[in-house]
């Protein structure tokens, strides 16, 4: 039951691809559906759930395409997504608008892939025209369809473009990778239509982008112009609001300073107005808190609080102050903006204007000198006496918003004498900045230095997103718009504070604001200016839409014309594709019989160009296949035959380990057997540096041997140069012609060469020669061949040199057991020192000293001396024995203090050799030394010198057999010395037993005593000898003992 339902998967390519695609299309069409239900879930529009509708349908037919695929129908199953590509893709452009072009493209593709994959050719070949004609709906379809679609969503256009990009790259990917496999007629139409397509989307994208080009810099120049005349007239506004603002409350601030001026002046005639003839403040009534008040019925108020006294200078100086009721009254009538205006004492009364009695509004011991418009305005808060401005606030009387100008006053002296101030309302300044419009819905607000709201209207609060403040009487605005909205808006707001001016460009939200704002410097305030662009910028915004359309209208032209472009270089490519490839076909169909083994079949040759001389080509090809097959029996028989020359030649060389009778005996049987006219072989020396000549046929090879012929390794004309760099064989077949060839007078027919390197491992140690009198006798096959035997004769050499090796290491044990023993029988150090000399056996050596060094109890080093010499020369004598070396003699020749075996090829030529050694060198006439110290234990005890009247250069077996005999020698030596202190201990043994036996045969203690002082003074070579004996010994005793021993 499960085999019907579920059939094994198809073992054809096409069927499997039509499985993958069915099944990778229905997930991934599956996955887009499931997106676009999203978008129309968020959006709500109901084309992006047909989008999500068609999506499904489309998953469901390459859903049943897998399973008729399953079938074995991979036929119908690629016809079901071709057909339900084309119709679920029309439908998807009828919904949405703008997708023609991206979708068309989409569906050519994947259709592309489709057949490309599953399809024969003349399937495939309808089925492309099934897919162009899709391709084209949805293009045309896109562009004259009516506007009831859905503009595209800004997630469609990039989700789904990103799409077909994958299937687009993976398209690609397939063809190039499966480029080379396809047929010609399929390489000529994609190129042709890649050519074809490329070259006109190249100009119509470069035609479409200068024309958007065009129409963006006209565009652009009309919104630069559009933008630089709202800029100019919003800046203009907010400069001319300000101006008019600034220019009020400098008048203000003038206005207040000629009230001062003329305050000062009084003070200048105080002895006269100061007598009270106009007013006398002797008539102020003191009131039941203990205040001071004029009548109502003057021009200004008097107020003295209950805490001041009035001294006769406070009155004089009342008197001389009311001369302000001729000034100050029409000072406010011609200043609407004044509320009020006043003069507050020094000495504590306040003159006020207009008289409000001012006495009953104010509590009785309020001290005006306390408030803030006369503290700024104070020396100490003002030394300059500069006119100041209090900061905004709410007036008790419900006037609004106030702000008091204070300007200090002095009198000639330079005495401060009180502050004048006025009280200015903003409300008119905050109307007149309401009423400024720019644009439709733009607005004008007014801000104090620290950021606060003095003016704003209600677009303008919505703007900020704030409501208007409740400010409470005689306390300052705190609603601020600094820190509020985007940075952008932010950094404008910062600059008013700080009493720049400019215009930017801010976005709130998705609306874009120009800002423009200017100070008001006479007060610190700053003005700002707010509209949206697109108010100020109508025109542009008019004249790009019309622009937009009409460029899009030349699009849509363009894509009709690259259409019917490309239809056209298809047919065109398709018919020059049949005339162009049916010779080619013709051609493959001969190429097939020949490859069956017709090697009878010719090409029919219709033309003279490529095709025909291809044509001729093949059936040259047949006839030399012919004429091969007739000749592989006669090649095979001589290749056959030159192998198993080398195999005896090798054989014969393999037996052979001395390298010299090895090297001669392969170039002799190489020129005899392969009948070559020469044969030589050459080695690469110590150096690696030269090709040296080791053997070579005949008498001329034994005669250029015997002259050291050798070529060197970077010589550029030398064949065997060549061949041993470039690690190959190398061939002449004509050597008059070869600029690399080195004639030989004693090989003068030589008239081809082949040179192999003999290589072992990655090592090449030389190259292997040979030389024909014959021009063109080298083939390929015989440097195979050459090759192939100089490997084997470089191996053989290999094995000779080890076996070489092999029985030099022996000599050397043998020389080394021979030495060890003759050290070992030596009786004394003279006979240590010269068994040592002929244990090396190195006719260079003249002369040998052995130095025993010397140490202080502490282990310092003293000294050497001649223990032991050896020469063989009496013109040149070794040191003698006894000769002492100081410390600092020995410190001053820098072989006698070294810890390491030293050998000395020229004494005079070493780089390790200080001068005053080579003087020492010259005078004492030797060349090539040999310095062996020489340890007991850990300690050097001895010096082992050896000493050459002429230079040697010092293998590496005689390096190898000193250090082996250095220890060996340094062992001899310290049994020898051990041995003879050893005997000098039994001497002194023996001799003090004879002198006890004669002492124990004396008589008398006299007697005894006299022969021990004999005998010991015999023994210890010392004369004369005494002895005393103890006191317990008797007077007589001692006396005869002292005259016996004298």
């Not at 919505?462 to 208007?468: E, I, S, V, Y």
């Not at 005689?474 to 940075?487: F, H, R, Y």
């Amino acid at each position: 039951m499960k085999k019907q339902f579920i059939p094994s998967i198809p073992e054809t390519p096409e069927a499997r691809n039509t499985l993958r695609l069915a099944l990778g299309g229905s997930i991934a069409t599956a996955i887009a559906a499931s997106f676009y239900f999203f978008l129309g879930w968020r959006s709500g529009d109901w084309q992006l759930y047909g989008w999500g509708a068609d999506m499904v349908a489309l998953s469901a037919i390459a859903l049943i395409a897998y399973f008729q695929a399953r079938r074995g129908r991979t036929t119908t199953a690629v016809w079901m997504l071709i057909w339900g590509l084309t119709l679920t893709f029309l439908v998807l452009v009828m919904l949405i608008e703008g997708t023609g072009l991206m979708l068309g493209v989409g569906l050519g593709i994947l259709i592309a892939i489709a057949v490309g994959q599953t399809l024969d050719a003349k399937s495939a070949q309808r089925a492309m025209i099934v897919g162009a004609a899709g391709v084209i709906a949805c293009i045309l379809l896109d562009l004259y369809l009516p506007p009831y679609r859905l503009p595209q969503p800004e997630a469609v256009r990039v989700f789904a473009p990103g799409i077909i990009g994958v299937f687009a790259l993976i398209y690609g990917v397939v063809i190039v990778r499966n480029f080379r496999n396809y047929s010609l007629r399929t390489k000529f139409l994609l190129s042709a239509f890649v050519i074809a397509g490329g070259a006109l989307g190249v100009f119509s994208f470069f035609m479409y982008q200068n024309s958007n080009r065009t129409v963006a810099a006209l565009t652009g120049e009309l919104q630069s112009a559009i933008q630089e005349q709202a800029e100019l007239q919003l800046n203009a506004a907010a400069e001319r609001e300000a101006g008019k603002a600034s220019e009020a409350f400098a008048e203000i601030e003038t206005t207040l300073q000629s009230l001062v001026d003329y305050r000062e002046s009084l003070f200048e005639r105080t002895n006269i107005l100061g007598t009270g003839s106009y007013w006398d403040a002797n008539s102020l009534a003191r009131l039941a808190g203990g205040q001071y008040s004029n009548s109502a019925k003057d021009p200004g108020s008097v107020f003295s609080p209950a805490s001041t006294r009035l001294t006769e200078a406070a009155l004089e100086e009342l008197n001389v102050s009311v001369y302000l009721d001729f000034i100050a009254p029409s000072v406010l009538k011609s200043n609407p903006n004044i509320v009020a205006t006043y003069f507050i004492s020094a000495n504590g009364p306040t003159l006020y204007y207009p008289n409000i009695d001012l006495a009953a509004a104010l509590p009785p011991d309020f001290n005006a000198q306390d408030s803030v418009f006369y503290a700024l305005a104070a020396p100490k808060n003002n030394p300059d006496r500069k006119p100041v401005w209090t900061p905004p606030y709410q007036d008790p009387a419900g006037l609004g918003l106030m702000v008091t100008n204070s300007i200090p006053v002095y009198d000639q002296s330079g005495k401060f004498r009180g502050v004048m101030g006025a009280d200015i309302q903003l409300a008119r300044v905050a109307d007149q900045i309401s009423g400024v419009q720019a644009g439709q819905s733009g607005f004008a607000f007014l801000i104090d230095p620290e950021g606060h709201i003095l003016s704003m209207t209600d677009a303008g609060y919505a703007f900020f997103g704030l409501q208007p403040e409740n400010v409470p009487f005689n306390e300052s605005p705190k609603q601020t718009v600094l820190g509020l909205g985007p940075a952008d808006l932010q950094t404008v707001t910062d600059k008013m504070v700080r009493g720049e001016a400019g215009l930017t460009k801010v976005n709130m939200g998705e609306t874009e604001y120009y800002i423009s704002y200017f100070p008001l410097e006479s007060v610190g305030y700053s003005i700002g200016l707010i509209a949206p662009t697109s108010e100020l910028e109508s025109a542009y915004l008019e004249s790009r839409a019309r622009s937009e359309k009409e460029t899009e209208q030349a699009g849509k032209t363009v894509i009709l014309l690259f259409i019917g472009i490309l239809l056209t270089a298809a047919v065109v490519s398709q018919i020059l594709g049949q005339m162009f490839l049916r010779p080619l076909s013709q051609l493959r169909d001969t190429a097939e019989e020949i490859a069956k083994g017709n090697l009878d079949a010719q090409a029919r040759i219709e033309s003279k160009d490529e095709v025909g001389v291809l044509g001729q080509t093949v059936n040259s090809m047949a006839a030399q296949l012919r004429d091969l097959i007739g000749s592989l029996e006669q090649r095979v028989a001589e290749r056959t035959k030159a192998l198993s020359t080398v195999a005896e030649v090798g054989a014969s060389a393999s037996t052979i380990l001395e390298t010299d009778r090895l090297l001669q005996e392969v170039v002799d049987l190489t020129k005899e057997r392969f009948d070559f006219y020469h044969a030589h072989i050459y080695l690469l020396d110590e150096t690696g540096e030269n090709l040296t000549l080791a053997a070579g046929a005949g008498e001329p090879g034994r005669r250029m041997v015997a002259e050291g012929h050798s070529i060197p390794l970077n010589r550029e004309r030398s064949l065997v140069a060549r061949a041993a760099r470039d690690r190959k064989g190398v061939t002449v077949n004509d050597v008059t012609a070869a600029p690399d060839f080195l004639p030989n007078p004693l090989l003068p027919n030589t008239r081809s060469e082949l040179a192999a390197p003999m290589i072992v491992g990655e090592q090449a140690i030389g190259v292997f020669d040979v030389q024909s009198d014959q021009v063109g006798r080298f083939t390929e096959a015989d440097v195979d061949v050459q090759t192939t035997l100089a490997a084997q004769i470089a191996i053989a050499i290999q094995n000779a040199r080890q076996h070489d090796q092999t029985q030099s290491a022996l000599a050397q044990t043998e020389k080394l057991f021979e030495a060890s023993r003759e050290l070992a029988q030596s009786a004394d150090m003279q006979e240590l020192t010269r068994a040592a000399v002929e244990a090396m056996d190195i006719p260079a050596i003249d002369r040998a000293i052995l130095g025993l060094l010397d140490y202080d109890p502490n282990g310092a080093l003293k000294g050497m001396t001649i223990a032991a010499n050896w020469s063989n020369n009496a013109e040149l004598p070794a040191t003698p024995i006894g000769t002492h070396y100081s410390e600092e003699a020995l410190k001053s020749v820098s072989l006698f203090t070294s810890k390491e075996p030293l050998f000395f090829d020229d004494m005079l030529n070493d780089e390790r050799i200080d001068e005053t050694t080579k003087g020492i060198s010259r005078k004492l006439r030797y060349r090539s030394v040999v310095a062996l110290p020489l340890f007991v234990r850990s300690r050097q005890d001895a010096l082992l010198l050896l000493e050459g009247e002429h230079p040697h250069n010092f293998t590496s077996d005689e390096i190898r057999l000193f250090a082996s005999l250095a220890p060996q020698i340094a062992t001899v030596l310290e049994n020898r010395r051990q041995f003879e202190r050893a005997q000098r201990q039994a001497e002194r043994e023996s001799m003090l037993n004879a002198i006890s036996q004669k002492i124990q045969g004396a008589a008398t203690i006299e007697s005894a005593m006299q022969i021990a002082v004999r005998e010991l003074g015999h023994a210890l070579g010392m004369k004369p000898t005494s002895a005393t004996l103890t006191p317990t010994m008797g007077t007589a005793r001692q006396k005869n003992a002292r005259e016996a021993a004298s």
